[in-house]
């Protein structure tokens, strides 16, 4: 049955499902998902690219950024890099090229991977095997084995299912996908207990602006208290596109910031093509802090790409850059243009 149906099916049985359910199932129902099925492809033949994606540059960068943290937790031996969500595995491959490989400074560093897709596991499985007996996989943060050393996401949160809401004669409503004949279309219904906790909190101001609508990433919150208990000590390294909560709840943003990616083209309707196109919305750092400090975290930077990736590369860096050809590169993931100021960094530690 297409995921259409299933979603279609579900709907007639339940009725309208609220639009955290619609994008769950759009992107994870088992084996037909977006990022569930078996022909999930990132980069020049999928939907859209990432920093992993642009030569080793990033890899690089990173690479001496988790040096840096390594030395900060004292040069433990027990240090692993655990990676959520690494996509076709170019990251994985560029981090322990460097740090496991690299004659000239070679570490006895593992390397976890958390991957929810099997398909997608065998990709990186091949791309990987030279490093057998390093790298391991899970298919879920809650499977892996208490540790200690640094966790990446890497346009992770971006990707998790949000909640649709709209203000109405100032009050919160949700948006929730119903059927018209055998499409779907949206109906509002009062917002859920915990949608008007969230306005209140973080984006009270924007209850006078009838027919607002944006949305909320409240699976984020238990996310990144399930890090937190899995790791023992060090460090969380978060890339993603996003702004602060003033930037995000601000009035020029009045549609939200819900995306979709189909073959490198942009839409703004979620209900198209399916699990053949990515869904996204942009994330709250303000409310990422704030989640993550309740949950134990120390939060030690909030900063833009640009400017964090800026801060790590020394002279010996960038005439490493300039010899391997990678300025061009560089360039993408630090200008305006390309993903210096829409993507943002936020480092947490745990020590
Ligand atoms: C936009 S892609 C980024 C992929 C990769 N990090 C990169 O840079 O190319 C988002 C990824 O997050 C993964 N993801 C979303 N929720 C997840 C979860 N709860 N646990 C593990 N991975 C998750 C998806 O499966 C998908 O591979």
Redesign the pocket.
Known sequence: MKLKDIIIERIKKNGPIPFDEFMNMALYYPEAGY?TKSDLK?GRQGD?F????LGKVFGLILSKQIKLMWGKMGCPDEFAITE?????GY?AEDIMEELLYNENDKHSFKYYL????PH?ENTQRERLKKYQGKIFWYD??DKLEEFQGVLIC???F???PVRVFEIRNNKVFEVYVRLNTEEFTEELKPARQDTVEYINEFAPWILEIDGYRSEINLAMKE?IKTIYKMMKRGFVLIFDYGWSNEEYYSYERKKGSLLCYYKHSVNENPYLNTGEQ?ITAHVNFTALKKWAEEAGFNVDLYLSQSKFLISLCDEPLLEQLQKEDLIQKFKRLVLPSGMGESHRVMILSKL
């Open positions: 990022y990132i859209f990432t920093a992993s994606h959520i969500g690494p996509g076709m990251l958390i991957e929810i897709n997608l879920s943060i890497n346009e992770i971006d990707a998790f996310f990515d």
